[in-house]
């Protein structure tokens, strides 16, 4: 069990007739053992090396076939941020979302392939999150397997093993704030805008595709008009 600032928590258990039988005793790994910090941010499990990943300290490893710790990975060998928001795996693939980046690890090669910064993705460094979504020949399963990277706008971005795919609009909002009030109502058949104006902001929502779109800053605007 991971902790928010305990480290991880080994309970083993076993089974009866009455059902699970757990030991009073529980095996602590922190900081003053074997991790580099208490503050556990993901766990994931693939080819047999437990990785778990630090809000401030990296990677840590560990080899269940060896029953034995690997190096660490932090900012001092290959990562870019030892602050690690989370991972995903996929078959034959780890990413890790280090900072405002993501790693993308090959498990079978055991190399790194690529670094994906995530204003590379047009993403805002907040609200990061990262899942994997695995192909399971489902009706609404994808082609392949692959990795969903978000920062809490409604836009997600698609990863397939190193490579950027596509992006998902799951939900937009203006960005005008509490004092926005509608400016002009552009008419085109189903294809019109609605304007809401803000201090700095124009907000526009399309109305045929029912999301908001790019909003203009009007400083900006402004500014290019000299």
């Not at 074997?34 to 990785?51: A, G, Q, R, V």
């Not at 980046?101 to 392939?113: F, L, P, W």
């Not at 990061?128 to 836009?155: C, T, Y």
């Not at 124009?202 to 605007?221: H, M, S, Y």
């Amino acid at each position: 069990i991971s902790t928010e600032s305990l480290g991880i928590l080994q309970i083993n258990y076993t089974f009866d007739s009455a059902g699970l039988i757990f030991p009073d005793e529980v095996t602590v790994f922190d900081s003053s053992n074997y991790l580099n910090s208490n503050f556990i941010s993901d766990m994931k499990l693939t080819n047999d090396i437990l990785y778990i990943a630090t809000e401030n300290f990296g990677i840590n490893r560990y080899n269940l076939n060896s029953e034995s710790w690997l190096p660490p990975w932090s900012s001092s060998n290959w990562l870019s941020s030892n602050n690690i928001h989370g991972m995903a795996v996929t078959s034959g693939w780890l990413h890790i979302f280090a900072g405002s980046s993501i790693h993308v690890y090959d498990t079978n090669a055991m190399i790194e392939r690529n670094i994906i910064s995530i204003s590379d993705m047009n993403l805002s460094n907040s609200g990061h999150s990262i899942n994997a979504w695995s192909n399971l020949n489902l009706q609404r399963s994808p082609n392949s397997d692959m990795v969903l990277i978000g920062d809490s706008s409604g836009k997600l971005v698609t990863i397939v093993g190193e490579d950027v795919e596509d992006s998902i609009i799951l939900a937009t909002s203006p960005k005008s704030g509490e004092n926005a009030q509608l400016t002009v109502f552009i008419e085109d058949g189903d294809q019109g805008e609605i304007w809401i104006s803000g201090n700095e902001i124009l907000d526009r929502f399309d109305n045929k595709n029912k999301l908001w779109k790019e909003p203009i800053n009007i400083q900006n605007l402004y500014n290019d008009l000299g």
